[in-house]
């Protein structure tokens, strides 16, 4: 479930599409930036900044449009927080572990071990070093 995006979450969008696409070299980004359907500029711009470059272009964007951007800018060059931006929008509205939730899990998980056990290693280790 996508809920509508706040002001604030379409600006961290924008800012996160064009860190993304910024970590590409100067003189991709124009092509780069097209090829997502966004407005053509000069090379020079783009030797500027390149975060700048791109996000002069996502500042006209609706924020529909940014969610959209930004889902295929992180299917084509993967980032880390775009990925968590994202997730954090389609989680929005679901019932999530809270924080009390998971502290109580690790809290009633304390003392028991949850791997295995191996043999100490004088048994097994049959020659010295």
């Not at 509205?93 to 056990?117: C, F, M, N, W, Y």
């Amino acid at each position: 479930m996508t809920a509508a995006l706040t002001p604030q979450t379409a600006k961290a969008l924008r800012d996160l599409v064009a860190s993304a696409i910024a970590g590409e070299k100067a003189y991709n980004v124009p092509a780069v930036c097209r090829r997502f359907g966004l407005a053509d500029g000069t090379d020079e711009e783009a030797y500027r900044s390149k975060f700048t470059y791109v996000s002069s272009r996502t500042k006209e964007l609706r924020s529909a449009q940014v969610l959209d951007l930004a889902r295929a800018v992180q299917a084509d060059m993967p980032s880390y927080p775009l990925g968590e931006m994202l997730a954090k929008i389609d989680e929005h509205g679901q019932h999530l572990v809270t924080e009390l939730t998971r502290r109580r899990i690790v809290a009633a998980l304390d003392g028991i071990p949850l791997s295995g056990t191996l043999p100490a290693m004088g048994r097994w280790c049959t020659s010295t070093i």
